[in-house]
């Protein structure tokens, strides 16, 4: 029985792919967005997910991108039948500072003429890992309040 179930939202999304390690799945980006530094915006992906009961889905920042860009997954809890949806945060202010720092002037940095980061449709944006939920009731000793 299949647990896991992904529906296009559109014809040009590109389809989740199971990383290399098998531990979960690349995740897209549908369109182009720009997020400036420590700025954090809503990434739509396209897909459709359907989980069978018991499960949910995490997304989790992606590696590759934290490493080379600063992307960082703020938010990505995905209940089943239901669009997968990202808050990401661009954390990379290296540049901002330095922009900051040299021309003495903050405003530059925050209207992101450094530092921002260009998301393009099909874009590693994630990783979505598939967890099991436990069952509704813990027992805890009479002692513990």
């Known amino acids: 029985m299949d647990f896991i179930r992904f529906e296009l939202l559109d014809p040009l999304v590109k389809v989740p792919t199971l990383d290399k390690d098998g531990i979960g799945y690349n995740i897209y980006s549908r369109g182009n967005h720009r997020i400036n530094p420590l700025e ?4 739509l992906t396209g897909v459709f997910l359907t989980l069978t009961d018991g499960f949910y889905g995490e997304v989790v920042s992606s590696p590759e991108m934290m490493a080379q860009k600063g992307l960082s ?7 089943s039948r239901s669009e997968i949806k990202l808050i990401l945060m661009n954390i990379n202010c290296l540049e901002f500072l330095r922009d900051v ?3 003495n002037n903050a405003m530059s940095g925050l209207f992101g003429l450094s530092g921002f980061i260009q998301i393009k449709p099909g874009d590693l944006i994630g990783k979505l890992l598939i967890r099991k939920i436990f069952p509704e009731s813990l027992d805890f000793p009479d002692n513990v309040v």
């Open 101 to 103: 720092i040299h021309n």
């Open 73 to 79: 997954v703020v938010s990505g809890l995905c209940v």
């Open 40 to 43: 954090r915006k809503i990434v």
